[in-house]
């Protein structure tokens, strides 16, 4: 059979979603479980990289504890790297095959890449807390790149162009509430630098940022009051501008995680930063984050070549129907 002849495997715009979909759990699992190494103590468990050590691909012994988990981080990397892998292949073999999913999965690939390079470096650098600190928001960046993919993913193929499904302060609004969740993300590594937890145990010692701790969480703390201040504000304008359910549910569900975190946060910081709820409360933020960029992406639809709308009843088709009822009341009158 000629190459031309031979029949490559396909792949459905419903199949690739569940792709996008697992993309999206397994990379915020990677961001937890790299976290759970550092709150363990295991960031040196393996002394080298990319083998365990200088000898052995893997720990040389099953009670070297610190070494397994490390080792166990760096298997579960490898899962996401196959993960990735499909996403890209799943993008060009996806009918119809599009532009834009091919280039974010892709953007994965080159995420996952500096993730790597920048776990190597942090492991050769003994946790130096700056190269810590790009390794997390490496992996809040591929964060962004799978959510997006993962939306645009659930998009039409005949969808051309996107328009908004709130009024224009809203837009803004959400622009400005990306933007702070960013800062917060940005603060609270610098809170992680500065703080006990290095990733170092016994007699290896990482260094930290020359910073008090209360002050890095007070600003911290700022910050995550300043979101939640904008949240609350959204909420009041998009009740008040009668914004379509969709949308004010998805910025209750950012109310409702904010809320948890900042407890999760506060609780933390008074008891002792026990290792539980720092956790915790990088899971927190990954979710806090994903339900940001949810809730931004969001606020837009897609139009169909027909006009209607991917969502159905937008904030426009809403206005619509209420003018032709003030149109039909007062033809009665």
């Given at each position: 059979m000629s190459l031309s002849a031979r029949r490559w495997p396909t792949v459905s715009p419903e199949a690739y979603r569940r792709i996008t979909g697992l993309s999206v759990v397994l990379l915020t699992m990677i961001v937890v479980t790299g976290g759970a190494v550092r709150l363990t103590g295991s960031g040196l468990g393996c002394s080298d990289w990319p083998t365990c050590s200088r000898n052995h691909l893997v720990p040389a012994s099953t009670s070297q504890f610190h070494a397994w988990i490390e080792f166990g981080n760096r298997m579960i990397t490898g899962l996401v790297c196959i993960v990735v892998i499909a996403a890209v292949l799943g993008a060009l073999a996806?009918?119809?095959?599009?532009?834009?999913?091919?280039?974010?999965?892709?953007?994965?690939?080159?995420?996952?890449?500096?993730?790597?390079?920048?776990?190597?470096?942090?492991?050769?650098?003994?946790?130096?807390?700056?190269?810590?600190?790009?390794?997390?928001?490496?992996?809040?960046?591929?964060?962004?790149?799978?959510?997006?993919?993962?939306?645009?993913a659930g998009r039409p193929d005949d969808a051309t162009t996107t328009r908004p499904r709130v009024a224009p302060e809203i837009i803004r609004a959400g622009r400005a509430l990306v933007a702070v969740a960013a800062v917060a993300?940005?603060?609270?590594?610098?809170?992680?630098?500065?703080?006990?937890?290095?990733?170092?145990?016994?007699?290896?010692?990482?260094?930290?940022?020359?910073?008090?701790?209360?002050?890095?969480?007070?600003?911290?703390?700022?910050?995550?009051?300043?979101?939640?201040?904008?949240?609350?504000?959204?909420?009041?304008?998009?009740?008040?501008?009668?914004?379509?359910?969709?949308?004010?549910?998805?910025?209750?569900?950012?109310?409702?995680?904010?809320?948890?975190?900042?407890?999760?946060?506060?609780?933390?910081?008074?008891?002792?930063?026990?290792?539980?709820?720092?956790?915790?409360?990088?899971?927190?933020?990954t979710c806090l984050w994903i339900s940001v960029l949810w809730f931004y992406l969001e606020l837009f639809e897609t139009p169909l070549l027909g006009g209607e709308s991917m969502h159905g009843t937008g904030a426009s088709d809403d206005h619509a129907r209420r003018d032709e009822a003030g149109r039909d009341v007062v033809a009665q009158r």
């Open positions: 996806r009918v119809p095959r599009r532009r834009d999913l091919t280039l974010l999965s892709l953007g994965l690939v080159v995420g996952l890449l500096l993730e790597i390079v920048f776990g190597g470096i942090l492991v050769l650098s003994h946790l130096w807390p700056p190269f810590l600190i790009l390794h997390f928001l490496v992996s809040q960046l591929l964060i962004v790149d799978v959510v997006v993919l993962h939306h645009r993300l940005v603060t609270g590594t610098i809170v992680t630098g500065a703080g006990p937890h290095s990733g170092s145990n016994g007699n290896e010692v990482a260094k930290r940022l020359p910073l008090p701790v209360a002050d890095a969480a007070r600003v911290h703390g700022t910050v995550d009051m300043a979101f939640l201040g904008l949240v609350l504000w959204l909420v009041y304008r998009l009740r008040r501008t009668d914004a379509p359910t969709a949308v004010v549910r998805n910025l209750e569900t950012v109310l409702v995680v904010g809320v948890l975190q900042a407890a999760i946060g506060y609780t933390q910081y008074f008891t002792g930063v026990p290792e539980l709820l720092v956790g915790l409360h990088i899971l927190g933020a």
